[in-house]
Each structure stands twice: as C-alpha cells, then as structure tokens.
C-alpha cells in the first residue's frame, strides 16, 4: 500500500510546505521496512507526527548533555552526548545507534550525523530503527496487533506523550479507513 501526498498532509497538518521536501522518500521508506498496510503505516507515521513535531525537528531541541558518557548508547568519547542526540524524525541517538544505523544506510553516520536529518535519509533512518535498530521487536509486528503503547516505550523508552501519540495514531487509522481503538 502506498500513501498519497493529500494523505501525508492530513495526517501531518501542522507540516504545511515543509513535508515537500520529505515526501519524495516516504513511500519507497515504507516500502523498504515492509510498512505496507495501513495499520503499520497509521502507527509509524503516528510515531514520526510525534517525535519530529510533525516533520518540524530533524534535530532534538535538547542540547544531548543527558546523553554524555551513556556507555549503553556507545557514548564513550567526551562530547558524544551533544553529537550524537537524537536525529532525523524518530531520534536516532548515541553514537551505537548512529553507526549502525549508518551501515544499514551504507553511509558514514558516525562521522557525520547530521546526515539523517536530510529529506533522503531521515525517514529512512527511522524505518531502520523501527524494523530493526531498536533492539527488541519489528514494529511492523506490534502494529499488525495495535499494540501502540508497546511500540511507544519502545521509541521512548516510557510513554511520555502517549496521548499525543494516540491522537496522531486514531487520526491516521481514520484516514486510512481503519476503526478506533479502544484501549
């Protein structure tokens, strides 16, 4: 299943002219993490609204000195933290997590992180994280059975902005002709 542009932009309003950039990538993204049915589609892109302001922030707005000398993130080198916060529209973050997602890119993200908050890297970035990078599960799975809180403390290790989440994640749902959840 691909998305349309009109699609994309209702479930991101808030993006207005910024999403042109982005939206050359985000069905061949999809395609390439087998985020091909409107669930997985409605719970990523739900997830992306969330974490990039709606394709606001390819940056993390906090300065990533909470990260410094987070071994479990590979931040072992001082100034790590800063460098290497979160990325690109699901926050890529720690130098562990830039590197490998960088060789499933095939690009040197270590060196340079800031790649992923480029329109051709970004998306697919998050696309590795989800199905892949995030050390635990394919998303893709825990969206086929709507667990959405579960992927949510997944990406944020807890639920902070669950109900934002949720907002994002039934309006997406709608859009794609799915039914509420009632959780």
Not at 91 to 112: F, K, P, S, Y
Not at 130 to 145: E, K, M, Y
């Amino acid at each position: 299943m691909l998305i349309t542009r009109e699609q994309f932009g209702r479930m991101m309003p808030n993006g207005g002219v910024r999403l042109d950039a982005h939206w050359p990538y985000i069905n061949p993204a999809l395609a390439a993490g087998r985020i091909d049915t409107p669930d997985r589609i409605a719970a990523f892109l739900a997830q992306l609204a969330h974490e990039s302001g709606e394709y606001r922030y390819m940056e993390e707005i906090a300065d990533g000195s909470a990260y410094e000398g987070r071994a479990d993130l590979g931040n072992v080198l001082p100034g790590d933290g800063p460098r290497f916060k979160g990325h690109g529209p699901i926050q890529i973050t720690g130098r562990a997590n830039h590197r490998a997602c960088g060789q499933w890119l095939g690009l040197d993200i270590e060196a340079n992180p800031l790649l992923l908050t480029e329109p051709r890297y970004g998306t697919a970035s998050a696309v590795w994280f989800w199905t892949q990078g995030n050390g635990q599960v394919d998303l893709n799975l825990l969206a086929d059975r709507g667990w959405f809180r579960a992927i949510t403390r997944i990406i944020n290790g807890g639920t902070t902005g669950l109900s934002e989440r949720r907002f994002y994640w039934d309006r997406n749902r709608g859009l794609l002709g799915l039914p509420m959840i009632n959780l």
